[in-house]
C-alpha cells in the first residue's frame, strides 16, 4: 500500500467512530503536520483536534521576553537565539525591534553557531538566549559542556527551558477542557521515553498515542487513540521506529549533569512547579543570570490576546477577536501568531 | 600589493593599476578597453529589457559557485525571464578596505568565465573602496541590457486557467547549500549551489512563441512567492501536486532537519514556465535535452480561482503561503 492509500485506509477506519471526540496535540510539530496536511478538513466532524502548549516559544512567558529584550541592551553584549523568538512580543518591544535600534541580537540554528560567534569575539559577552523543551535541552547542556572544555569565559546562557509531564497535569487539573486523549510529541519523547506519560492513564484515565510527524504517523496516532475509548486509556508509542520505551540515556544524563528542574512561568498558565530547567550550581559560571544583573519590570500584556486561551486548549485561534485582522503573521501581537508551530499562525497559514 | 587599499577606489594610479591589471584582463572587450564614461552600445532590436540587482551573499564562496558567478548569473536570469536575450552588463564593484586581492581575482575570474558561459559582454564598471568595517569584503551591483524577440509575450500577469505549472529542475538547492554553510550549523551533507545562467534554455523555448505565458526564477522567497507572484499577478488560481515536486533528497532531509519548507528556499538556476496545455509535453522535452533543465517536470495547473494550493500526497489541500519568517540574510 503506497502513502496515499494507507492514508485513506486510515480516514475510513477513523470515519466508523461516530461519537464526538476532542484530542490534544502537544507538539508544535504536530500542530505543524496538521495543518500543513490539512488533517482537519479529512477528518470527520465528531473527531476535534485541539492544539495545546506544545510550542516552546508560545509558552514562553512575556516576563521572560522581556529579560531577554534587557539583556540584549546590556552594551556591547552579543545576544544570540532561534529566529522565532526575535519577533515574539514583550511588554513594549521585541528582539527585532532591539535590532532595529542596533542592539546586536543574531539569529541562529543551534548553540553551535552561538559557540562560534562567541570564539570569533572574544572581547565581547555572547549570550545565547535558549527556550524549548525536551528536545533542545540536551543540545544546550551539550553546548554548555563544550564551553567548558574549550574554555570559552565569554559565553552564558539564559536557560528557560521546560519540561512538558507537569504542564499536561495542569492543564487537566483546571479541569477546563475536556479531552479524550492526547497525541504525544515524537521528539521529546525520543529524550524522556514513554513512561513519562503513565499517570495520564493512571490518575486521570485519559489515554495517549506517541506519534511521528508524517500525516500518516498523525492518523495513525488518531485511530489508536478512537481504539483506546473501548479497550481503555493506556501510553502507547507509536513511534518506535524513534522513541525507546526508555528515551535517550545519553541525552538525559547530560541533561541531569547540567540542569536541574525548578518552577517555571508558562504563558497562559502560569507557574508551574517543577516544569522548568535551570542550570545546576556545578556549572553556573555558564548561567547569564549569574553573570549578569538585568532589571525586568512587571510584564504588560497585550489586551485583547487570547494565545493564553489558546494555549490552554479553551480557546481556537479563530475565536480570538484579534485574529486575522490585527493579528496577523507579519505583524503578530501574540506569540502563537509567530511562531511557524504556533496553533495561530498554523491556522492562518493554511486556513 | 595583496589587499585592497582606499586609494584602489580613488581614481589615481592605483585605480588604474587595478582597471588595467585586473578587470581588463579578465572582462576585456573592444567597448570597454576603450574606458570612456559610458558604453556606446549597437542592438540589434528596437525592443529590449533593462534590469539591475546587486549581491551582497555570505559566505562569498560556496559548493557550486561564488558572489561574482551569482551577479552575472543572476542579472542574465532576469533579463532571460522576460525573453531578452542578455548581450550587455555593467559591474560595479564596491570593495572594503583590507579585502584581498587573491580573492578578488578570483571573483573577477570567475565572472569573465559566467559571462562567456552566457554569451554576454562586461562593457562598463564602476569600483568603489570604503573603509573597514563599512562594508563586508566585497558587494557586487550588475546591470544588465538584453534585446526581446517581438514574437515573445511573457510576463508575470500572463497565467491563463489551463495552462501548465513546470518547473526545470530541483528545488531549493541554492538557499539549501548556503544555509548549510553558516558557522556552527553542524550538518553536512552533499549540497551544491544550482547557480547558473539561464538564457539558453529561455533561448530553446523561444520556438513556442506565444504559448510560453509566464517565465520566472524563483530566487529570494523561492517556489512559494514565486506562485504566488505569478497567480496574483495573473488574476488566477493554481494547484500544484506534492508528489510532482523534484528535490534532491539530501535538501529534503536538511530541510526535515532545520523545519523549514523547501518551497520558501532559493534557487538560483531553475525557472518556472507557465505554458499552455498543449505544448506543455514538447516544453518539457525541450527543457530535459537541455544541460540546465535535465530534472524538468510538471508540478501543476493554473485555475480560475484564487489560491495557490497544494495537493498533498494522502488528497488534501492546503495554501502555498510565502514566508514571512526571517529566513536567512544574504542568501544572494
Known amino acids: 500500500m503506497n502513502e496515499a492509500d494507507l492514508a485513506q485506509w486510515f480516514i475510513n477506519e477513523i470515519k466508523k467512530c461516530k461519537r464526538p471526540l476532542v484530542f490534544m496535540e502537544v507538539c508544535g510539530t504536530h500542530t505543524m503536520t496538521i495543518s500543513r496536511y490539512g488533517l482537519r478538513s479529512v477528518l470527520p466532524d465528531n473527531i476535534r483536534l485541539l492544539s495545546g502548549p506544545g510550542c516552546p516559544v508560545c509558552v514562553t512567558a512575556t516576563r521572560d521576553i522581556d529579560m531577554g529584550i534587557a539583556f540584549a541592551r546590556i552594551p556591547g553584549l552579543i545576544l544570540t537565539t532561534f529566529g522565532d523568538m526575535i519577533r515574539v512580543p514583550g511588554s513594549n518591544s521585541s528582539l527585532l525591534r532591539e535590532r532595529v535600534n542596533g542592539r546586536d541580537v543574531r539569529v541562529v540554528y543551534s548553540i553551535l553557531e552561538a559557540l562560534e560567534i562567541a570564539r570569533q569575539n572574544p572581547s565581547r559577552q555572547v549570550v545565547f538566549y535558549s527556550v524549548g523543551f525536551e528536545t533542545t535541552a540536551p543540545s544546550t547542556a551539550f553546548g554548555i559542556m563544550e564551553a567548558k572544555t574549550a574554555n570559552l569565559k565569554n559565553f552564558s546562557v539564559i536557560c528557560i527551558h521546560k519540561t512538558l509531564p507537569n504542564a499536561l497535569r495542569v492543564l487537566l487539573d483546571s479541569g477546563e477542557i475536556g479531552i479524550n486523549g ?155 501568531m509567530v511562531s511557524g508551530e504556533g496553533s495561530c499562525a498554523a491556522y492562518y497559514r493554511y486556513r | 600589493m595583496d589587499k585592497i587599499m582606499l586609494g584602489h577606489g580613488g581614481g589615481g594610479r592605483l585605480s588604474q593599476q587595478l582597471t588595467s591589471e585586473l578587470f581588463l584582463k579578465y572582462f576585456g572587450n573592444p567597448v570597454l578597453n576603450t574606458l570612456e564614461d559610458a558604453a556606446v552600445l549597437m542592438l540589434p532590436q528596437r525592443k529590449i529589457a533593462f534590469t539591475t540587482d546587486s549581491y551582497v551573499v555570505t559566505p562569498r564562496f560556496f559548493p557550486g559557485g561564488n558572489i561574482g558567478k551569482l551577479a552575472v548569473c543572476g542579472t542574465v536570469n532576469d533579463l532571460a525571464m522576460r525573453g531578452g536575450e542578455p548581450l550587455f552588463l555593467s559591474v560595479g564593484f564596491i570593495l572594503e578596505e583590507g579585502f584581498s586581492l587573491t580573492e578578488l581575482e578570483e571573483i573577477v575570474q570567475t565572472m569573465a568565465e559566467a559571462a562567456a558561459a552566457a554569451g554576454v559582454q562586461i ?103 514565486t506562485l504566488n507572484e505569478i497567480a496574483a499577478s495573473s488574476n488566477v488560481g493554481m494547484i500544484i501536486n506534492e508528489t510532482s515536486l523534484p528535490f534532491k533528497p539530501q535538501v529534503k532531509a536538511s530541510c526535515d532537519l532545520l523545519g523549514l519548507d523547501p518551497l520558501h528556499l532559493a534557487n538560483e538556476g531553475k525557472l518556472i514556465a507557465v505554458v499552455a496545455n498543449s505544448v506543455a509535453d514538447e516544453v518539457l522535452q525541450v527543457l530535459r535535452s537541455h544541460e540546465y533543465g535535465k530534472d524538468a517536470c510538471v508540478i501543476g495547473e493554473v485555475t480560475d480561482g484564487r489560491r495557490v494550493a497544494l495537493r498533498t500526497y494522502i488528497g488534501s489541500t492546503r495554501i502555498i503561503d510565502i514566508a514571512s519568517g526571517e529566513l536567512l540574510p544574504r542568501i544572494c
Open chain 1, 182 to 336: 492526547f497525541l504525544l510529541p515524537g521528539h521529546v519523547s525520543a529524550i524522556i521515553g514513554v513512561r513519562a506519560y503513565d499517570f495520564l492513564a493512571k490518575e486521570y484515565s485519559i489515554g495517549g498515542a506517541v506519534a511521528g510527524f508524517e500525516p500518516n504517523d498523525i492518523l495513525s496516532a488518531i485511530l489508536t487513540l478512537i481504539r483506546q475509548q473501548q479497550s481503555g486509556p493506556m501510553i502507547e508509542n507509536e513511534y518506535r521506529r524513534v522513541v525507546k520505551e526508555a528515551g535517550n540515556e545519553a541525552a538525559l544524563k547530560a541533561m541531569q549533569l547540567v540542569f536541574r528542574p525548578c518552577d517555571s512561568e508558562w504563558r497562559g498558565i502560569g507557574v508551574i512547579p517543577g516544569s522548568g530547567l535551570m542550570i545546576n550550581a556545578d556549572w553556573q559560571e555558564y548561567d547569564a543570570l549569574q553573570r549578569f544583573q538585568v532589571d525586568v519590570g512587571e510584564p504588560v500584556e497585550h489586551k485583547g490576546c487570547a494565545c493564553g486561551e489558546i494555549l490552554r486548549g479553551v480557546k481556537l485561534p479563530d475565536e480570538c477577536t484579534m485574529f486575522g485582522t490585527v493579528c496577523t503573521p507579519e505583524n503578530p501581537l501574540g506569540p502563537c
Open chain 2, 123 to 225: 562593457v562598463t564598471g564602476d569600483t568603489k573602496v570604503v573603509g573597514k568595517g563599512a562594508a563586508d569584503g566585497v558587494f557586487i551591483n550588475t546591470a544588465g541590457i538584453g534585446v526581446i524577440d517581438e514574437t515573445l509575450q511573457i510576463s508575470v500577469s500572463n497565467a491563463q486557467p489551463g495552462d501548465k505549472v513546470i518547473i526545470s529542475g530541483t528545488i531549493g538547492d541554492h538557499g539549501m547549500t548556503i544555509l548549510s554553510l553558516r558557522e556552527g550549523l553542524s550538518f553536512k551533507a552533499d549540497l551544491r549551489s544550482d547557480c547558473a545562467p539561464l538564457n539558453g534554455l529561455v533561448k530553446a523555448l523561444s520556438r513556442f512563441e506565444q504559448n510560453i505565458h509566464v517565465l520566472r526564477d524563483p530566487t529570494r522567497g523561492g517556489v512559494a512567492s
